[in-house]
């Protein structure tokens, strides 16, 4: 059974930082970042191979965002540099056993869901 917790969000202004944290227990071969706005469909944002492997960004937020993992501990990391008004979201981790490659952004790939975690951007 995999867990999934996230922490780290919080309220910032616009071109700030912050720095999610994604801890798992048990088992996971991708981990996903995925947001979802009040009125909005979930987007994918960043997925990672476990253990080395290669990250995955989607195009808004090519650039400003950033993954890394400490694999000992089990957590994965978010890095959100200059953050805009329009990245303010609910933001959930949610991983999976596959290793049979993409597609990294579809919510139907991903198993394992946190409970997430708010990200609020003001201008």
């Known amino acids: 059974q995999v867990r999934l917790v996230e922490s780290g969000g919080g309220s910032v202004q616009t071109g700030g930082s912050l720095s999610l944290s994604c801890a798992a227990t048990?088992?996971?071969?991708?981990l996903g970042w995925f947001r979802q706005a009040p009125g909005k469909e979930r987007e994918g944002i960043a997925a990672?191979?476990?253990?080395?492997?290669?990250?995955y960004y989607a195009d808004s937020v090519q650039g400003r965002f950033t993954l890394s993992e400490d694999y000992a501990e089990n957590t994965v990391y978010l890095q959100m540099n200059n953050l805009k008004p329009e990245d303010t979201a609910m933001y959930f981790c949610?991983?999976?056993?596959?290793?049979?490659?993409?597609?990294?952004?579809?919510?139907?790939?991903?198993?394992?869901w946190g409970q997430g975690t708010q990200v609020t951007v003001s201008s």
């Open positions: 949610a991983a999976d056993h596959r290793s049979d490659g993409g597609p990294w952004f579809a919510p139907l790939r991903y198993y394992y």
């Open positions: 990672i191979i476990r253990g080395g492997g290669r990250a």
């Open positions: 048990g088992y996971t071969y991708t």
